[in-house]
């Protein structure tokens, strides 16, 4: 879609402090293969924020950074954070404040590298709170195509169903760019696990790359299978097909181990979970480390997969309902103090400091504030 300015470069308003948010994401079925042009579903973790403030600099100096343990510069960032330097320049540009400096600060519930979407979270937020910090309205297609080109500059060639997802509402249906919302009926939860492996997204569709240049008919055969179960997992959500659903993660699991993208860890994780009763599990998102997705049936069956991957060590595991708004995880969440969201590799003493209590939480233009939707996170021993 084409990205439109919004408004003509202006000296006047003077841009405010802006905030604003996405969350994050697990793909259900379909990671890789995306990229290739084939069907993919993914569940926006709604309860699960990234957060961004920004505060226009007025004296003239060059805006910061703060970001996962980075605080500095913007221009002088790390290379990692070159999606988030993209993001800033797009969202300047659609803003109408192309010079406009600020100082960028990013807070987040889940952890980067494990699948969950971070990158493409973070460069949306970011862009969200600069829109805000603007006074601008940006629709959702501005903000996915400016979280797009973000993530081009993250990953290289981004199928572009992780900026879909990490600020849409509902499960989606997504091939070749067009997505369509999925209105799921089985009263199931997913439990998503972290490994504490950190895996570059980048590198693991590098690794499938090469690996589909050097073996073109084995990999194709894999990647036409992956997108197969894709498209008949979307069925399967819309039809209540709570048993085929789990047959195709455990059956896509195996084709992404073929792809060489799993980790060991990760491995032993899905096995786990179908031994404490998950209808299915695989991993999630890039691979490489990062997380796995295990489907239970109950909350009850969930809370066991939990448990059991507590004991095996895994550092954090958060329980999702699949359907929308389920009333079982409202009332866990209000009566188990050991829930609720932790923020990763932003500790709170280098947080968004003079901005955290005055931006956090507003429903603005182009952002949500987040909803109902709640996620059970526990965090074993680490
Ligand atoms: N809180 C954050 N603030 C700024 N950038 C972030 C944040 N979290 C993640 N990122 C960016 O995203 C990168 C990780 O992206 P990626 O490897 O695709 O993992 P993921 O699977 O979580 O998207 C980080 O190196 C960093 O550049
Ligand atoms: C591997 C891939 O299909 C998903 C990557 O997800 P994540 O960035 O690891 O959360 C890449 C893509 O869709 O562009």
Request: negative net charge; proline residues 5%; glycine residues 10%.
């Amino acid at each position: 879609m084409a990205l439109q300015q919004h408004q003509q470069h202006r000296a006047a308003p003077e841009p405010h402090r802006g905030y604003g948010e996405t969350w994050a994401k697990t793909i259900l079925m379909g990671e890789h293969s995306v990229v290739y042009g084939y069907p993919a579903i993914a569940v926006p973790i709604m309860s699960l924020r990234m957060r961004a403030w920004a505060v226009p600099v007025r004296n003239g100096r060059p805006g910061t950074l703060r970001a996962l343990g980075y605080y500095g510069p913007l221009a002088g960032a790390p290379d990692q954070f070159g999606g988030v330097l993209k993001a800033v320049e797009v969202a300047r540009e659609f803003a109408g404040y192309p010079d406009q400096e600020f100082d960028i600060v990013t807070r987040s519930d889940f952890p980067a590298g494990r699948g969950l979407g971070s990158s493409a979270a973070a460069s949306g937020a970011v862009i969200r709170a600069i829109v805000d910090a603007a006074g601008v309205q940006a629709g959702h297609d501005d903000i996915v195509a400016m979280t797009n080109s973000a993530e081009v500059v993250t990953h290289g060639h981004p199928s572009g169903l992780d900026a879909v997802t990490i600020c849409g509402d509902d499960p989606v249906r997504f091939v070749n760019g067009t997505m369509t919302s999925i209105d799921v009926r089985m009263p199931a939860y997913l439990v998503i696990a972290d490994s504490g492996i950190a895996g570059s997204t980048k590198e693991a569709v590098d690794a499938v790359r090469r690996e589909y240049e050097r073996d073109y008919d084995r990999v194709h055969d894999i990647l036409e299978r992956l997108g197969d179960l894709a498209a008949h997992s979307a069925d399967d959500l819309r039809d209540g097909g709570l048993n085929s659903l789990g047959r195709r993660m455990n059956r896509a699991h195996a084709l992404l181990s073929e792809l060489h993208i799993s980790h060991p860890k990760a491995d032993a994780m899905v096995e786990q979970a179908r031994r404490s009763g998950a209808v299915g599990a695989k991993m999630t998102g890039g691979g490489l480390g990062g997380c796995i997705i295990a489907l239970a049936a109950d909350l009850s069956s969930a809370r066991t997969i939990r448990h059991d991957l507590l004991a095996l060590g895994v550092p954090a595991v958060w329980i999702h309902p699949l359907n929308q708004l389920d009333v079982e995880v409202d009332r866990e969440l209000s009566n188990n103090p050991s829930v609720g969201n932790t923020r990763f590799n932003t500790p709170d003493s280098e947080g968004a400091g003079d901005v955290r209590n005055t931006a956090d939480d507003r429903d603005i233009s182009g952002a949500r504030t987040s909803d109902a939707r709640n996620t059970v996170e526990e965090r074993g021993a680490l």
